[in-house]
């Protein structure tokens, strides 16, 4: 299935009415493919009057909205995702009218509450962030859940956590209302970023054995549960205590991305010949010589390790697509 993206132009000529004969050519070659229009930082759409002539794209599935975007989305029935994050405009009456929706994003906005989520039964894909504490209700409904992002002073709780026990994409961004007591249940996970918690333990991380990618910064998950992580093929390390020793051990890895991890040194990276891509940020102790035995590697990104030569990274690593450079 193809999608379509609406350009910009296309969707500025139309707010602004300045060409109708281009208006009319463009309408016909455009309303009935399926497309994606996003609004997002489109200077057009901020202007005060309606979008509403949206309405008459039957098969526009996907939209994303801006901050003072002015549009009645209710008509809208094909849609499937809706950013509408910090919209001034859309709310419950709105929103409860779009049943297909499957991908929802509600970052910084409480406008909107149970009165429309609870309709919005066919959510698989929901990204939250400063809500409506009320949303709880109806997000434990949603048991057909597969990503869900926790972003920063969001109120998603233990007891709403352990009825979406079909998540495979978790992410959690400085949330303390998710602990242990939620997380070794979440079992069919195969993402999981964390960013800040001391709520969140190798108690619950060691039973998640199918996760493949994780993320993990400033939290107290250590090598004593990654070990047990035996599926993993990417991992992110941004401010954590694993040491040369232990990540040496993962050689299945195919992915990774360490920053600020000042325990490693990089004798370790010699052991982990699978890695395609590798990341390196604020790694002092890393040099060049650490990394001529990765001759898999295809993606790499260097920034600020003052020790790593770029001419020898250059000429060790003959499978290199893409070099990133930056110290």
Known sequence: ??????????????????????CIIW?????????????????????????????????????????????????????????????????????????????????????I???????LTNITDLHLGSNDESINSAIMNFAQMKTINIGFESHITDHVLTHLTKLNSLTIDDSHYVSDSSMKHLTNLTYLSIDTSDTITDESIKRLTNLVNIYIVDTKITYKALKY????????????????????????????????????????????????SLDLYYQDYIDANNLVKLTKLKKLKIGSCNNVDRFIVEHALPNLVKLYFQN
């Open 1 to 22: 299935m193809s999608i379509n993206l609406l350009p910009y132009e296309i969707i500025s000529i139309w707010i602004s009415k300045d060409n109708a004969h281009v």
């Open 27 to 111: 309408n016909k070659i455009w309303r009935d493919k399926l497309m994606t229009i996003n609004l997002r930082y489109n200077e057009g759409a901020r202007m005060r009057c309606s979008l509403d002539f949206l309405a008459g794209f039957k098969n526009l599935i996907g939209l994303h909205l801006d901050k003072m975007t002015m549009i009645d989305i209710r008509s809208l029935t094909m849609l499937q995702t809706l950013l509408i994050d910090d919209n001034k405009y859309v709310d419950d009456n709105m929103l409860q009218q779009l049943t297909n929706i499957k991908s929802l994003s509600l970052q910084h906005n409480n406008k």
């Open 113 to 119: 509450t149970i009165q429309s989520l609870q309709y």
């Open 229 to 276: 992580l035996t599926n993993l093929t990417s991992l992110e390390l941004n401010q954590n205590n694993i040491e040369d020793g232990e990540l040496a051990t993962m050689t299945y890895l195919k992915s990774l991305s360490l920053y600020y991890c000042e325990e490693i040194n990089g004798t370790s990276l010699k052991y982990l010949t699978n890695l395609e």
